[in-house]
């Protein structure tokens, strides 16, 4: 299973990036696909996951901002961060499970300044 993430840059504040992230290889059984984010010095953490089923969560600290979707014809989940903050700088991983292994995306740097 390979992940390829995409879609990061730099923004300005309050302005939107959508990330996105691929899955190619052993796509079938693919069950939560997640993002993650980890800034400098501080330990990776959950920003948004979605379930096979649809279901979604998200860190509180990005709700009703980031928006997580998946395609699973394309085999892509995607986040849509809105009203971005200096904050929300980080590097975003994407992580998918399947069979009960996790796998991880190469990371891409969100950056967000005025």
């Known amino acids: 299973v390979q992940l390829q993430a995409s879609g990061g840059g730099l923004a300005q504040i309050g302005g939107s990036l959508r990330l996105a992230c691929e899955v190619s290889?052993?796509?079938?059984?693919?069950?939560?696909l997640a993002w993650y984010r980890q800034a400098p010095g501080k330990q990776r953490e959950l920003v948004a996951a979605?379930?096979?089923?649809?279901?979604?969560n998200y860190a509180d600290a990005v709700k009703g901002r980031f928006t997580i979707s998946r395609d699973s014809a394309k085999n892509t989940v995607y986040l849509q961060m809105n009203s971005l903050k200096p904050e929300d700088t980080a590097v975003y991983y994407c992580?998918?499970?399947?069979?009960?292994?996790?796998?991880w995306g190469q990371g891409t740097q969100v950056t967000v300044s005025s």
């Open positions: 992580r998918v499970s399947r069979t009960g292994i996790d796998y």
């Open positions: 290889g052993r796509t079938d059984n693919l069950n939560a």
């Open positions: 979605v379930t096979s089923g649809g279901s979604t």
